[in-house]
């Protein structure tokens, strides 16, 4: 999950699809179990905000029960000064039935109050409110809230059936409101020898971002024979992957040296479906994102050349076996080149023609930098 933008404003991933659906589980499990057996409850729910929450409420409630929705519409009255409030939707006789509200979240709960009002006035046997999301601190009345899913903070929040001026309904997660994203976060992506580093090098200059190779890193550490360096090293030597969890908490702790960063450009690093999602959640979580994957497309022959030659100067074992190379290349093609459709689909993948002088690539990536 990553941030969202509506509008104009940008949402952080808040709670996720499993919270929501437990949530939802426990209340009405809760609602069965306090209702007396054979009672037939009506469940009232107030559009638009509870469409998703009753629908999901309702089919956990297993039980059999009548569903209606309610707005509370505003009108102007005879005297132009007067509003009148009407509830719009209620066609079912109520009279001395269970009626159970649904509301997707209660913040200051002044429409629930009007809402509450006007069902009390009409006979029923016994009225109760049911309310996902709820806001304690600023929360201003008298009302019982006889079920509710989860308490939070009093931030504006979107998705699963709330929006945001209209949009926003169809997240099936709840986004929270943040700030707009400071930084420019990209991957530059591409398989081994495709000239990442080299690149980055001049890019990070360029664009005042701060450089994070995960192989470097590695290899720093492993210079230092560091704990981290020796548990990479039986891995980069045989030109497998490093184990996810280690480098995905080596990449965040990178980050967090570099708080102030106005970006990042991180190369070498995701290289596996685990690693992307790790490092959207990691930036989501602090209103960042990733802006785009800038790939450099070289032939895979080439690469070996290119490998090969920088062998004989770079001092890297990785790079001087033909065997441990076409490694590498395993590694990237099963678990990396995927993250192509994983960007894509975000519409965040730019490829770029990695063949050419070292001149020639800055330029073209730098025309997509500039766009990003
Ligand atoms: P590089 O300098 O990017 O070619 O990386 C050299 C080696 O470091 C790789 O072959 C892996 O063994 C290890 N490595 C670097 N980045 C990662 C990563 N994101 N995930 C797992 N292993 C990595």
Excluded: W
């Amino acid at each position: 999950m990553s941030i969202i933008k509506l509008h104009n404003l940008y949402f952080k991933p808040f709670i996720k699809k499993e919270e929501i659906k437990q949530i939802v589980k426990q209340l009405a499990y809760q609602v069965k179990q306090e209702l007396p057996k054979d009672e037939i409850p009506i469940f009232v729910g107030i559009l638009n905000g509870c469409f998703l929450f009753a629908a999901d409420f309702i089919r956990e409630f297993n039980g059999n029960c009548e569903v209606s929705f309610v707005k509370l519409a505003s009108y102007n009255g005879t005297k132009s000064t007067e509003k009148v409030k009407e509830l719009v939707g209620i066609n079912e006789d109520i009279t001395n039935r269970t009626v159970i509200i649904l509301e997707d979240v209660i913040d200051t709960g002044t429409t629930l109050q009007e809402i509450y009002n006007i069902f009390r006035n009409k006979n029923v046997k016994q009225l109760k409110i049911v309310s996902l999301f709820f806001k304690p601190d600023v929360f201003r009345k008298e009302l019982p809230i006889d079920y509710i899913g989860k308490s939070i903070a009093d931030k504006f929040i979107v998705g699963y059936g709330l929006d945001y001026n209209g949009l926003g309904r169809n997240y099936p997660e709840i986004y929270q409101l943040t700030t707009a994203p400071k930084m420019k976060n990209i991957v530059l992506f591409g398989p081994p020898g495709a000239g990442k580093g080299t690149q980055a090098e001049f890019l990070k200059d360029m664009y005042n971002l701060v450089h994070i190779s995960t192989g470097d890193v590695f290899r720093f550490n492993i210079k230092n024979a560091t704990e981290l360096g020796l548990l990479a090293k039986k891995y980069m030597d045989e030109g497998d992957l490093v184990p996810d969890e280690v480098t995905i908490n080596m990449l965040k702790a990178e980050v967090e040296k570099n708080a102030d960063a106005n970006g990042f450009i991180f190369d070498g690093f995701p290289r596996t479906q685990s690693q992307a999602e790790a490092l959207d959640a990691f930036l989501a979580d602090k209103g960042e994102q990733i802006n785009g994957m800038v790939a450099l497309e070289v032939p895979e022959d080439l690469l070996v050349e290119r490998l090969l030659e920088r062998g004989k100067t770079s001092g890297r074992a990785d790079d001087t076996d033909e065997g441990k190379i076409r490694n590498r290349f395993n590694e990237y093609n099963t678990k990396t080149a995927i993250l192509k459709d994983y960007f894509a689909e975000q519409n965040k993948y730019y490829g770029i023609n990695g063949v050419g002088s070292i001149a020639e690539i800055t330029k073209r990536i730098a025309e997509v930098f500039n766009t990003l």
